[in-house]
C-alpha cells in the first residue's frame, strides 16, 4: 500500500511538473505571438512612414535640378520612385534578401548625395556570394538614416560611409561628425533591430563599436 502510495504521488507529481509546464510554454508563446505583432505594426509605420522633411527638401532638390536643367535630374526622378516602390513593396516580411536592402540603400543614398553634392561619400563592398542571405527588413535603412541624423554634412568635411561584408556579417560604418544638438529619437533604432533579431532566435545579431573617430554597427547575415 506504501509502494502504491508513493506511486500515486509521483504520479500526480509528473502530472502537475506536465500540466505547469505546459501553461508555462503557453504563455511564453503567446507573449512571443503578442511581441511580433507588436514589432509587425512598428515595421508597417517604419515602411509606410513618408519623413515630410525628406520629402520636402527632395522636391526642392528636384525643382533647383530641373530650373538649371541638371543632366541628372530624371536619375534623380527614377531614384526617388524607386526608393519608395522598393521600401514599400517589403511589407509583408520580416527578413529581406540583402540584395534588395543594398537596392534600396542605392536609391537612398544616390538622392542624398545628390542633394548634398560633395558633401557625402559612399562606398559599397559586398561579396555578390552573399546577397541572397537574410536581414530584418529595411534594418540597414535604419543605419543608414541615423548616419545622417547623428552627424553634420559638409562639403569641407564629407560624411564618409562605409558599407562592407566580412565573416558573414554586414557593416556600415562612418566618421563621426556629431551635430550640436541630437535629433529626436524615432524608436526605430538599433533597439528595434536588436529585438527583431531575438525573435528570430538569432543571437549577437547586431553589434557596434564607437570611438572619437568612428561608428560602426554590424548586422549578422541569416
Not at 123 to 135: A, H
Not at 152 to 179: A, Q, V
Not at 190 to 203: D, G
Request: aromatic share 10%; net charge positive; with cysteine.
Amino acid at each position: 500500500m506504501l509502494n502504491y502510495f508513493f506511486a500515486a504521488v509521483l504520479f500526480f507529481i509528473i502530472q502537475f511538473a506536465l500540466k505547469a509546464n505546459e501553461s508555462i510554454s503557453k504563455l511564453q508563446l503567446e507573449k512571443e505571438q503578442i511581441l511580433l505583432e507588436n514589432y509587425k505594426v512598428q515595421l508597417q509605420e517604419l515602411r509606410t512612414k513618408v519623413d515630410p522633411h525628406f520629402l520636402f527638401n527632395s522636391f526642392n532638390t528636384l525643382r533647383t535640378m530641373i530650373r538649371n536643367h541638371h543632366p541628372s535630374s530624371e536619375k534623380f526622378v527614377m531614384s526617388l520612385s524607386n526608393f519608395y516602390r522598393l521600401t514599400l513593396s517589403l511589407n509583408n516580411t520580416s527578413t529581406t534578401s540583402l540584395k534588395d536592402e543594398i537596392d534600396v540603400l542605392k536609391s537612398y543614398f544616390f538622392l542624398m548625395q545628390t542633394r548634398n553634392e560633395g558633401a557625402i561619400k559612399v562606398s559599397i563592398d559586398v561579396e555578390e556570394s552573399l546577397l541572397q542571405k537574410q536581414i530584418p527588413t529595411l534594418s540597414l535603412q535604419i543605419l543608414a538614416e541615423n548616419c545622417f541624423k547623428h552627424n553634420r554634412i559638409s562639403s569641407s568635411k564629407p560624411l564618409e560611409i562605409n558599407i562592407y561584408t566580412d565573416n558573414n556579417y554586414i557593416f556600415i560604418k562612418n566618421n563621426r561628425l556629431p551635430k550640436l544638438t541630437v535629433a529626436e529619437i524615432s524608436g526605430f533604432g538599433l533597439e528595434n533591430i536588436a529585438q527583431r533579431y531575438a525573435l528570430l532566435k538569432i543571437s549577437d545579431g547586431i553589434l557596434k563599436s564607437s570611438d572619437e573617430e568612428k561608428f560602426e554597427v554590424k548586422l549578422k547575415l541569416i
